[in-house]
């Protein structure tokens, strides 16, 4: 089974730009999480979507927004960019079974700006 | 307010040895609790969960213990191995809710 997989892998942007980053779920995953990591922060919770549903979101502007398709697939954007953007962004995709909760994370995309 | 806490930045251990990390959580309304390791520049691996209404969980040799009274959480990786050098992190979320991380647990394991 495929793991988690994102595009791009690495971006490069300047201030003022926006970016769309993609990230397919393992098959059969309907949940999907996204997260920023730097080094300062750690690994920040960014939001959550469930069957094309946000279920959560973290404490981000609104400059940071997610939808989610039919497919499962999910795509984050961010506007207006600005170089405290510049992070590792993680996407992870879950699942609860019968041996418990899952949860999966791509190799992320890096983005810089500048 | 940091609800997952990892207290220890750093653990050294013998190969062969017993490497065990650990966690504290605040909120006593966690559902689910997760392991993972990372290594620099990749994302998370998952490792092993645990469900709140259990106390134990293994995997090969990983081994998580939940003690809900004291709101502790700990990873048993035996025997380690030097390829279990990594960072380690300890999720949870409250029911329904997203996942709080600790702040991470660099473990050494020597040959």
């Known amino acids: 089974k495929a793991g988690v997989t994102q595009t791009p892998r690495y971006l490069i942007k300047t201030r003022g730009q926006q970016v769309t980053l993609s990230c397919s779920p393992i098959?059969?995953?309907?949940?999907v999480s996204w997260y920023q990591q730097t080094p300062g922060q750690g690994l920040q919770f960014l939001f959550e979507?469930?069957?094309?549903?946000?279920?959560n979101k973290g404490n981000f502007p609104g400059r940071f927004s997610g939808r989610q398709f039919s497919n499962s697939r999910s795509e984050m954007n961010v506007s207006t960019l600005e170089l405290g953007d510049s992070a590792l962004y993680l996407c992870?995709?879950?699942?609860?079974?019968?041996?418990?909760?899952?949860?999966?994370f791509g190799p992320g995309t890096r983005l810089t700006v500048t | 307010d940091q609800q997952v806490k990892q207290n220890s930045p750093s653990l050294s251990v013998q190969e062969g040895r017993i490497s065990i990390l650990n966690c504290d959580y605040t909120n006593s309304m966690f559902d689910y609790f997760l392991w993972y390791k990372k290594y620099p520049a990749e994302g998370p691996t998952f490792l092993i969960s645990?469900?709140?209404?259990?106390d134990k969980n293994e995997d090969g040799r990983f081994t998580v213990f939940l003690n809900k009274s004291a709101k502790h959480l700990s990873l048993h990786i035996v025997p380690s191995q030097p390829g279990d050098s990594a960072v380690y992190f300890c999720a949870a979320r409250p029911l329904g809710n997203q996942f709080y991380f600790g702040t991470g647990t660099s473990l050494t394991v020597i040959p």
């Open positions: 992870a995709s879950s699942l609860v079974s019968g041996s418990g909760y899952e949860q999966y």
């Open positions: 979507y469930f069957s094309e549903t946000q279920r």
């Open positions: 098959s059969g995953h309907r949940s």
């Open positions: 645990i469900s709140s209404i259990k």
